[in-house]
C-alpha cells in the first residue's frame, strides 16, 4: 500500500511561517492532483490548497496571499508554505493526492499539528 507522510507541523507565534512536507512512499505512483487540508477542533475538514500534476494551484479564500503549494513530482513530495500565521490557522493539516496506491484512489496522510499562539 502506498502512503503520504506529512511532516513540519509545530508551534509558531502569530505573523510567523511554518513549511509543511508531505511524502509519497511504498506502492504509490502516477500521482496526480496534491493538496492540503486543514481541521480544527470541532470543524469539517476543509481545502487549503490544491495543485494540478502540472503545477497549477488554488487556494482557499482564507490562505491567498499567505499559503503557496508546490510540489517536486521527482521526489513525490508536495510542499505548504504558509506565511503571517494568524491563530485561525491553527488546525490537523492533512495532504492527499490521487494516485495508484496500487489501484486508483484518494490517499490520505496522517496530518500535522499546526498551532499558532503567542
Known amino acids: 500500500q502506498g502512503q503520504l507522510v506529512e511532516s513540519g507541523g509545530g508551534l509558531v507565534q502569530p505573523g510567523g511561517s511554518l513549511r509543511l512536507s508531505c511524502t509519497a512512499s511504498?506502492?504509490?505512483?502516477?500521482?496526480?492532483?496534491m493538496g492540503w487540508f486543514r481541521q480544527a477542533p470541532g470543524n469539517k475538514r476543509t481545502a487549503v490548497a490544491h495543485?494540478?500534476?502540472?503545477?497549477?494551484?488554488t487556494y482557499a479564500d482564507s490562505v491567498k496571499g499567505r499559503f503557496t503549494i508546490s510540489r517536486d513530482n521527482a521526489k513525490k513530495t508536495v510542499y505548504l508554505q504558509m506565511s503571517s500565521l494568524k491563530p485561525e490557522d491553527t488546525a490537523v493539516y492533512y495532504c492527499?493526492?490521487?494516485?495508484?496506491?496500487?489501484?486508483?484512489?484518494?490517499?490520505w496522510g496522517q496530518g500535522t499539528l499546526v498551532t499558532v499562539s503567542s
Open positions: 492527499n493526492a490521487w494516485a495508484f496506491a496500487p489501484t486508483y484512489r484518494q490517499v
Open positions: 511504498g506502492n504509490i505512483f502516477s500521482i496526480d492532483a
Open positions: 495543485i494540478t500534476s502540472g503545477g497549477t494551484p
